[in-house]
């Protein structure tokens, strides 16, 4: 008999209740709520710091660039998403950012000064308490 393969479970794009649940989840806009789920589907379970809102991914996923810097823009000031590598205007170097109800990963990628791989979720989503 041959080798029976395992089958694998299907990967699913997760967003925890109590972050969908918050006020600061329901007050995100539409396409914010979009870029996140766009960021989530490249999310494997170790590369959370390795995520890449660039335009050459998103464009696949139907996103021009005005409504992207708009989208990623609102993310970041909104303390959904972190910048964990900044980029630069040169292939190969593109900008990465961690979702932060997750803990950043230890990547194959050297982050910028101050941000480090986590055993605890930034969670800066937050409001201040």
């Known amino acids: 008999m041959g ?7 299907p990967r699913f794009i997760g967003i925890p209740q109590h972050v969908a649940h918050s006020e ?3 007050a995100l806009k539409g396409n914010e709520v979009k870029l996140l789920i ?5 999310y494997y379970g170790r590369n959370n710091g390795k995520l890449s809102p660039t335009l050459a991914l998103m464009k696949k996923r139907g996103w021009a660039s005005s409504s992207l810097y708009r989208a990623h823009t609102g993310l970041l000031k909104k303390g959904f998403v972190v910048v964990t ?3 630069w205007k ?7 950012v961690a979702i932060t109800w997750n803990r950043i990963d230890e990547c194959d ?3 910028d000064e101050g941000i480090r791989s986590s055993a605890t979720p930034l969670n800066s989503w937050r409001k201040k308490q």
């Open 90 to 96: 040169q292939r190969g170097r593109p900008t990465l």
């Open 109 to 111: 990628i050297d982050y």
């Open 85 to 87: 590598r900044q980029g």
């Open 3 to 9: 080798a029976v393969k395992k089958s694998k479970s």
């Open 24 to 26: 600061e989840f329901a």
């Open 38 to 42: 766009d960021l989530l589907v490249q």
